[in-house]
């Protein structure tokens, strides 16, 4: 079964093209599954079922685990049994009609349009490490980049003279995206800078020593950020989530911000007008003045 569940990760790789975070998910997600075939005494792939593969949802359920997880878990399976099938190693998908116990969906956290405000609009320093974060902030709430799409980001995808920025997102689907004015100044602010450190590529964003910043070096630089100019926890995902909450709250034009978010499905986008009602009821209850009750009235 391991050699089997090799192969596939070979074929995902290899094949498929899948990024390396998203094989690495792929692998954790089976590795589940293997553990629990060898617990159950399930001697190969063809031999677990639907009713013992509801077991390992149920226990992972038990455990703690989001419907979230659950869910990219079975999506994990029905890759692997599609790849056994069509090997002909296999003639059934244990997934098929399996459905992850449902859970409560929970809102993203973001910024409001005057914490973000406070965030970007404080005092920089002349020096490179403050110019590089303001720059990576800005770009963040500017264009509303994954970590993953900001930390692969190269010169030749930056066109600051259109204010244009491509990326590279999930599914290596590439998105051209605009860079807001403050966005484009921050970054031109920075980019001569870069020099003086050696790059040892073509990253926008490097370290002190020429190398590229990876996503824990931006994630600790993010925080830092919202710990000194918010005194609060931020995320490089909270100023994306920003981005698209209040681009909603301006246009209501939900189809632009799935395409400049790159979501595959609307689905997905669909979650910002929960955080759009929230703002819109906030306001409601606030300046209405009948919106709210006293407790003799009930």
Known sequence: MEHQLDAYCTHLRSERQVSPHTLEAYRRDLNKVLAFCVKESIPDWPALDIQRLRQLVARQHQQGQSSRSISRLLSAVRGLYHYLNREGLCDHDPANGLSPPKGERRLPKTLDTDRALQLLEGAVEDDFLALRDQAILELFYSSGLRLSELTGLNLDQLDLADGLVEVLGKGSKTRVLPVGKKAREALQAWLPLRGLANP????????????????????????????????????????????ASHLLESSQDLRAVQELLGHADIKTTQIYTHLDFQHLASVYDSA???AKRSKGSE
């Open 200 to 243: 040892q590529d073509d990253a926008v964003f490097v370290s002190q020593r020429g190398t590229r910043l990876g996503p824990r070096a931006i994630q600790l630089r993010v925080k830092a950020a919202g710990e000194r100019e918010l005194g609060q926890n931020l995320h490089p995902h909270m100023l994306r989530h920003s981005f």
């Open 288 to 290: 209405h003045p009948r």
